[in-house]
Every structure is written in C-alpha cells, then in structure tokens.
C-alpha cells in the first residue's frame, strides 16, 4: 500500500511554504534599484538615461529568463535554479558594490558601465529563478479552493523584499550604500541555500466529498462513487486542473440528472468549461466530461488570450517599472524645488520612505488580490479576470496622484497607490494564467507572459530617463544661482533637474494613458470570460440532461 500524502495543514506542506516566502523574499531585489541608484549616478557620474538603462537590465534579467526558468522547474524541480540563483545574486550585488567603492567622483568608463550593466542583469536573472521555484512548488503543493491566496502569499514576499532590506541596512548601516550592498548580496544568495532544503512539492491528499449530491462539492474531488442499489455514481469535482473560471462553482444546489439507480453514469456539476480544455468521453455513456485547459508551447503562442493578457501586463507593469525605477529621482526633484538649502541626508530619507511605502504596498496588494480573487470566484460566482479591472483602475488613480503632486511630502501616497497595484498585478496574473491557460506547464507560461514587461517597462523608462535629462540640461543659472547648485547634493548639477513635478509630468500622461487602454481591455477580459462561462454552463447542462 502507497503511503497517502501528508494532509493540508501538515508540517511539510507547511515547511513548504514558509520556505517558499523566502524565497520569493531574497528574489524581488529589483525593487530597491531606486534606494541607491541616485547614490550610484552621482558617485560615478552616470546620466538619469544610463541609470534608467543598468536598472532595466535587472528587469531584462527577471522577465528575459522566464521562459526558461519555467520549463527548467516544470521538468526538473527546484535543485538546478536555487542553485543558479545564489550564485547570481552572490556575484551580482558584489561586483556593483566593488565598483561604487572604486568609485571616486570621475566620469565612469563604459566598461565600468557595461560590468553594472551585467551585474544587475544577474540579480535579475537570479530573482525569477528564485520566484519560479517558489511559485511553482506552492501552486501544485496547495488546492484549488485556497491557491490565489496561496498564491498571492507567496508572491507578496517578493514585493516585501525592497523594503525588508532597505530596513535592515538602513538600521544595521544608516546612510552606507556600500553596505547596504553587501547586505543584499549576502542576505539574497543565503536563503536560496535554505530552499535547496525545505522547498519541494507536497502531493495533494486524497480527494474527498465534504457534501451530497444536493449539497455540492468542495475542495478538490476527482470522481468519486457513491453506491445507490445497482447504480455507481461517479461525481466530478473540480481538481487543479479545472478551469478557475466557474461562475457557480456547486455552492448550492447542482444541476445534475440523476439517472434511474439501474444505469451508471457520470454527473457533470455546474463547472465551467474553459478555454483549451481537453474533452474526454465517459466510459459508461457517450457523454463528454471536460477537463482543464493545458494550453502551452506553440498553441499558447496562437491563442488570443495570450495576447490579450500580454497586453495588459505590458501596459500595466511598464508603468510599474518606470516609476520604481524612478521614485528615488522624483523624490529628489520634488525635494530640491524652491528648496536653497538641500540636505543630502534629508533628501535620502524622503528617497528611502519612498521605496519602503513601495515595498509595503507591493506587499500588500499581492496577499489583498488573492484574498479579493477567489471571493470573485467562490462567493460572488465571477470570473477572476475581473480583478484586472480592480489593477487597472487603482494604476490610473496612482499615475493621476502622482501628476498632481508638487510637495515631496505628500507623495507617499502616489507611491502607496502605485505599489498597491503593482503588487496586485502580479499577484492575480499568475492566478488567471491558471484560469485561462491550465496548471500543468505553469512556470512556463508565466515565463512567456513575464516577457511583456520587457515592452512597456523598456519603453515607459527610457522615455521617463530622457524626459528628466533634457529638463536638466536646459536649467539656466537665472532659475538656480551658483551657491544653491553647490550645495545640493545627490547626482551632480549637470544631471539634475530642480524644478520639481514639471521635470517629469510629460512621461506621466503617457502611461496615464497607457493604463486607461489595459482598463478598457481588462473589461473585455473580464465580460468575455463571463459571457463564455454562462455559455459553457449550458453545454455542460445540456448534455446531462440528453
């Protein structure tokens, strides 16, 4: 007899876990580029473009490597990318901190330029490994009924990450970049050896009916035979594999046809048939029983939906990456308006409130949505696809905060608004990709989808680091006399810009606009999914009742 697998609330499923968030937490460094970037132009001299350019390429690490990563943790397990991902974000953040020590107030060489360049590529590349495990491991380890707030647990560890290691340098070494350099490297590649340890997949229990027929089912039932006379009655649940669009998902009476007890059948629930699922015919009457999507590789690449949700990733989470890596700057810009008395360590400190209240926020979002995604479905009967309209709509109200505020101190709340949508984006659309795309190549798909933010994120920043240089360069000494240029501190004069909101609002109506397109898109998303749910609903009814 097999050993049956451990329980839901076991030690290992939870070990799992617990493992999993800290490993998501050591992989969304990113995040805190903006707390020493300004610090790093202005030691090596580098232009608001060439530090928009090193911390996209963290951002090219995280999203180029997605496909890959995924289909190295679909066939191969966890071992080969922790194991890439401590050594990648060991090397990553000492070789940026060996160059900002060497760094003496000159020009930076382009081969100086081109190492950061690499290094901060590694640390990206090393931060989806990292995510990728963690994601995938508890995605398969949990059920249905609990994985958007599984999911989303997970996923808020790395949003949590920016600000979990700004506090602790920033406490352990106030106002050292240097070590605050040396604690992401050491504190980044550590908990990557833990995983190797606890971090693998706990298989499901055995499926189980928690309710009758009348009652509905619960949980993650396969078929199950329920003896009545001569009859076997096989009942299909819904499993991991089953489409994450049910709109009634058999809370509440069930519409099935219960046959005379001297036939065999299998009853078919009210489950949605999603999109690319596999139809298999019942054994004992030539009625269809739908599995789950399992879309990927080249079908994945001809379905609309993939293009659909790429476009809303790309919109969205391009705004995202434009301000993350830019609040530092914008703080510093809003902070040295009207301001003749500008206080390095000061204006630190508003940077680094920034990308705390960033963090936190990214945190949150991520546990909220998952939270907000499965009362979508399980308690208002919805498609999850609507949560797309929540993002959409809070990155809007965040890009219109931030475009009216001209007082540094007031913009924590641009900021908290725009962390809590970029925290829910991503902690939704992994979630819909299940719903839409199946559970079974998982990490690989989210590995294509990851590759959007490549579009927008490059797109939206450039344009942001070219904005706030030109506005810099056309400063004249009518508006700045000598003496306050002398005393800010931050990036040099030449590559600064002091006029507060009016040095980047331009960049802000782009992706304003930008996300009110994902908006309208989302609603598409979200009604269509709805319109082909009820569709799906009547096939199925309607061949239980032939």
């Known amino acids: 007899?097999?050993?049956?697998?451990?329980?839901?609330?076991?030690?290992?499923?939870?070990?799992?876990?617990?493992?999993?968030?800290?490993?998501?937490?050591?992989?969304?460094?990113?995040?805190?580029?903006?707390?020493?970037?300004?610090?790093?132009?202005?030691?090596?001299?580098?232009?608001?473009?060439?530090?928009?350019?090193?911390?996209?390429?963290?951002?090219?690490?995280?999203?180029?490597?997605?496909?890959?990563?995924?289909?190295?943790?679909?066939?191969?397990?966890?071992?080969?990318?922790?194991?890439?991902?401590?050594?990648?974000?060991?090397?990553?953040?000492?070789?940026?901190?060996?160059?900002?020590?060497?760094?003496?107030?000159?020009?930076?060489?382009?081969m100086h330029i081109v190492i950061l360049i690499s290094c901060t590529f590694m640390t990206g590349f090393a931060g989806n490994a990292g995510l990728a495990v963690a994601m995938n491991t508890t995605a398969k380890s949990f059920p249905d009924t609990s994985r958007g707030t599984i999911t989303g647990l997970v996923l808020s560890g790395f949003g949590l990450s920016a600000f979990f290691f700004a506090a602790v340098a920033s406490i352990a070494f106030p106002g050292n970049t240097s070590a605050l350099l040396l604690v992401l490297a050491l504190g980044t590649a550590m908990p990557m050896l833990l995983g190797l340890v606890i971090v693998r997949q706990i298989p499901l229990p055995p499926p189980s009916t928690t309710s009758g027929v009348e009652g509905g089912l619960h949980g993650r039932e396969e078929y199950q035979p329920i003896p009545s006379g001569d009859a076997a009655l096989f009942i299909r649940g819904s499993d991991s594999n089953t489409s994450l669009l049910d709109t009634e998902h058999a809370h509440g009476a069930s519409n099935y046809h219960v046959p005379e007890s001297s036939t065999a059948v299998e009853l078919v629930s009210d489950q949605i048939v999603s999109r690319g699922s596999s139809v298999r015919m019942s054994t004992s009457c030539a009625k269809p029983v739908h599995d789950g999507p399992n879309v990927y590789g080249k079908q994945l690449w001809l379905t609309p939906d993939f293009y659909l949700i790429f476009a809303i990733m790309a919109l969205l989470s391009g705004t995202g990456i434009m301000y993350i890596n830019n609040v530092g700057s914008i703080s510093q810009a809003l902070y040295a308006k009207g301001n003749p008395n500008y206080d390095e360590l000061e204006a630190s400190r508003w940077q680094a409130a920034q990308v705390s209240t960033l963090s936190i926020c990214n945190f949150s979002g991520r546990i909220l949505i998952g939270l907000i995604a499965d009362m979508f479905r399980y308690r208002l009967h919805l498609p999850r696809a609507y949560c797309f309209c929540i993002v959409s709509t809070l990155f809007v109200v965040s890009q219109l905060s931030v475009i009216f505020v001209d007082d540094v101190a007031h913009l924590w709340k641009a900021t908290a608004l725009l962390g809590l949508a970029y925290g829910s984006l991503f902690g939704i659309a992994p979630t819909i990709i299940i719903d839409w795309f199946g559970l079974s190549h998982l990490s690989e798909n989210w590995g294509y989808v990851s590759l959007s933010p490549l579009v927008g994120g490059n797109l939206f920043s450039l344009m942001f680091g070219r904005n706030l240089d030109s506005h810099a360069s056309n400063d004249d000494s009518e508006t700045h006399s000598p003496l306050s240029l002398i005393r800010r501190g931050g990036l040099p004069s030449e590559h600064q810009c002091f006029d507060g909101r009016d040095c980047y609002v331009s960049s802000l109506y782009v992706t304003a606009t930008a996300c009110l397109i994902a908006l309208g898109l989302s609603v598409w998303a979200g009604i269509r999914d709805q319109r082909k749910a009820v569709e799906a609903k009547r096939e199925v009814i309607w061949h239980a009742e032939e």
């Open 1 to 110: 007899m097999e050993p049956q697998p451990p329980a839901l609330l076991s030690a290992p499923r939870m070990l799992t876990l617990i493992g999993s968030i800290l490993v998501s937490l050591s992989s969304g460094t990113n995040y805190i580029y903006s707390a020493y970037a300004p610090q790093l132009g202005a030691r090596l001299l580098l232009s608001h473009t060439q530090l928009n350019v090193i911390g996209l390429a963290g951002n090219v690490g995280v999203y180029i490597s997605g496909p890959a990563w995924g289909r190295v943790v679909d066939s191969k397990g966890p071992r080969i990318p922790l194991i890439s991902a401590f050594t990648c974000l060991l090397i990553g953040y000492l070789g940026i901190k060996r160059i900002y020590d060497d760094g003496t107030g000159t020009v930076a060489s382009f």
